[in-house]
């Protein structure tokens, strides 16, 4: 097989070496921040970030004395910053995020560059998790929070706003999915649960803005009912509902509401706010794989000889495929290993070409299926012939393909054959 299509199975490794770990602050001009490490951090290990943005007329301390989430960082061990935004003319601090809140004073202040490069700053400090840098934002920091997401969407992997709101204006989705919780009080006075106008300007509510970023992941329109919950302290029992968009959404991608009834812009937040929101956003990293392993367990009663089979997911454009590999009829390997997680792109429908687009070895972590079983590969990779030959579910099809390497450079392959299979 030629070096070039080698490389098709061959996983990219991004090498971590040891970062410094003595600074305890960031300064980008704007004043020593303090950082939160924690106890058991290791320059090792990637270690999750949090950015916590204020709301209007407070600063980062305040904000995470009101939240709480310094006290658990220990326990979960995560990096967390908290910054204050400029002054206005009248002396308060504010996040320029939309036209709605709240550079009132028009200081076209930078603060999306501003945060970036807080957390580039980090970066270049500590081992962070590129998969897990999460933003949290109170009211005008759950704007502010959104429109970071919005124009990196790249590096933010989830946030969450707290009676906060996204832009009001059409956009197209951003480069990157990423998943959103909007988190919003019924009875919130300021920034009102069904949207409404700061100094004339729109602002949508907090369901518009959910359901916006769920159509920027790709997902379906319909949504179901999560757990409720406890994040308000002076109100009886659950009262937090929870409505959840997750269905069809593009890899790395959801969006969810959780509504707290009668709650109000400035909740008594519960004692276990910061550990909820925490649990959630750990929950939602940035991925490149749909699950831990590629494929989907077959319908038994097409009786087929696997009990894993590759699957096409709409909202990707993507087949994630599970790839033995084999030379001269005989398994073999390559690179030391013989059974590769592979993601195809879809170039073309009408020529029928595929493009390799990610790789990783198949199933490091002996995950199982619903069945408790080892899912095994259908997928053969041919070294002599340069063939790809598949079993693929799309939608409530089951096809078997093969595909020729018709293009070593880019990692392209042509359509050679396609036979629908029927339930036995």
């Known amino acids: 097989m030629p070096t070039r299509a080698s490389s098709l199975f061959?996983?990219?490794?991004?090498?971590?070496?040891?970062?410094?770990?003595?600074?305890q602050s960031i300064n980008l001009g704007r004043g020593?921040?303090?950082?939160?490490?924690?106890?058991?951090?290791?320059?090792?290990?990637?270690?999750?970030?949090?950015?916590?943005?204020?709301?209007?007329?407070?600063?980062?301390?305040?904000?995470?004395?009101?939240l709480g989430f310094s006290v658990v960082a220990n326990a979960n061990g995560f990096l967390l910053i908290s910054p204050t935004g400029k002054h206005n003319p009248m002396g308060t601090s504010f996040w320029n995020a939309t036209p709605a809140c709240c550079d009132y004073y028009a200081s076209g202040v930078d603060d999306i560059g501003y945060i970036i490069g807080l957390i580039d700053a980090i970066k270049a400090n500590y081992n962070v998790d590129e998969r897990r840098v999460y933003l949290v934002g109170h009211s005008n920091g759950g704007f502010m929070s959104y429109q970071v997401a919005y124009n990196h969407s790249s590096t933010i992997a989830a946030i969450v706003s707290l009676a906060g709101a996204s832009h009001n204006e059409a956009r197209t989705a951003p480069v990157s999915p990423v998943h959103v919780l909007q988190i919003h009080g019924d009875n919130d006075g300021t920034i009102l649960y069904g949207g409404g106008y700061l100094l004339g300007s729109?602002?949508?509510g907090g369901l518009t803005s959910v359901v916006t970023w769920a159509g920027y992941n790709g997902c379906s329109t319909g949504s179901r009912q999560g757990p409720s919950r406890d994040l308000v302290a002076n109100?009886?029992?659950?009262?937090?509902?929870?409505?959840?968009?997750?269905?069809?959404?593009?890899?790395g991608g959801s969006a969810e509401l959780w509504t707290m009834v009668d709650g109000v812009?400035?909740?008594?937040?519960?004692?276990?706010?910061?550990?909820?929101?925490?649990?959630?956003l750990y929950a939602h990293t940035k991925s490149e794989w749909p699950a831990p392993y590629n494929g989907v367990t077959p319908d038994p009663s097409f009786a087929l000889e696997y009990n894993n089979i590759a699957s096409f997911h709409i909202a990707d454009e993507t087949i994630y495929a599970c790839l033995r590999i084999y030379s001269g009829g005989v398994p073999g390997s390559i690179g030391g290993i013989s059974e590769y997680d592979i993601g195809f792109g879809i170039v073309s429908v009408e020529q029928g070409i595929l493009r390799v687009s990610n790789s990783r070895p198949f199933n490091t972590g002996k995950a199982r299926n619903e069945n408790n079983e080892l899912p095994t590969c259908s997928g053969i990779f041919?070294?002599?012939?340069?063939?790809?030959?598949?079993?693929?579910?799309?939608?409530?099809?089951?096809?078997?393909?093969?595909?020729?390497?018709?293009?070593?450079?880019?990692?392209?392959f042509t359509l050679l054959s396609v036979t629908e299979l029927f339930k036995q």
């Open 10 to 23: 061959v996983l990219l490794l991004a090498l971590f070496g040891s970062v410094p770990s003595n600074a």
């Open 32 to 66: 020593e921040l303090p950082l939160t490490v924690p106890d058991n951090y290791d320059a090792n290990i990637a270690t999750p970030l949090i950015v916590l943005l204020h709301g209007f007329g407070s600063n980062g301390p305040v904000q995470d004395a009101y």
């Open 202 to 204: 729109p602002y949508p």
């Open 235 to 251: 109100l009886g029992g659950n009262e937090t509902s929870s409505r959840i968009f997750d269905s069809d959404c593009k890899t």
């Open 265 to 280: 812009h400035v909740p008594d937040v519960s004692a276990t706010f910061a550990q909820q929101v925490v649990d959630w």
């Open 382 to 412: 041919e070294t002599t012939t340069n063939t790809y030959t598949d079993i693929i579910q799309a939608g409530a099809q089951i096809l078997r393909v093969s595909f020729g390497l018709t293009d070593a450079a880019n990692l392209e």
